[in-house]
């Protein structure tokens, strides 16, 4: 596995894989786990916003985001950050940036290319998902629909508190042209989109 140093930007290190279709998986910096601001702060200042710089996420901010939404916090069980129904972990978290599609393997905390290119504005219907930095794609593996909204809803409201804590603004999704984004992003007959979610720095005023 390729390592990743904090030094490379990431949107370089993954144009150069995206660009040679290299489907080796990118190894992200490990995630911080220490400060973020009071939690009674975050809420009182989660919010759902619209509008988006295009600056991209430093690799450590990707990192700690991933981490924070659906990452393993619990190693020797393999457990996450959001809780599951009876631990079956039937969520994945696709990452699409200007350079690709990826798919967040928490175990190993990196990122594999499922598809290379700017799927972006192909995740949602409104203006600002083509040229937010990062839309997160929530696919659900289980059968049950109620369960996958209920996952993505806590793995959503973890972005949010995420996003909060680091002054990124965010929206949770539900707004999806589900086909053709499943088509694109190659899924399987029995991966459902479940909602979407963009990221990115507020504008500057
Ligand atoms: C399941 C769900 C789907 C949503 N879908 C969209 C959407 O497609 N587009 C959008 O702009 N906001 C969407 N939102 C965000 C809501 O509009 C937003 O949470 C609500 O207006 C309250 O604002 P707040 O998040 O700032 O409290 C969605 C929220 C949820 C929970």
Redesign the pocket.
Known sequence: MSKLSIVIPIAIFLSAAAAAQELSPVVLPKPQMEGGRPLMQVLKER??Q?EFAPDPLPPQVLSNLLWAAWGVNRPESGKRTAPSAMNRQEMDVYVALAEGVYLYDAKEHGLKLVVAGDLRALTGT?PYVGTAPLNLVYVSRGGDAAGGGIQAGLISENVYLFCSSERLAT?????VNREPLAKAMKLGPDQKIV?AQTVGYPPKK
């Open positions: 919010t759902s619209r409104q929206v949770v999704r539900g707004s909602l």
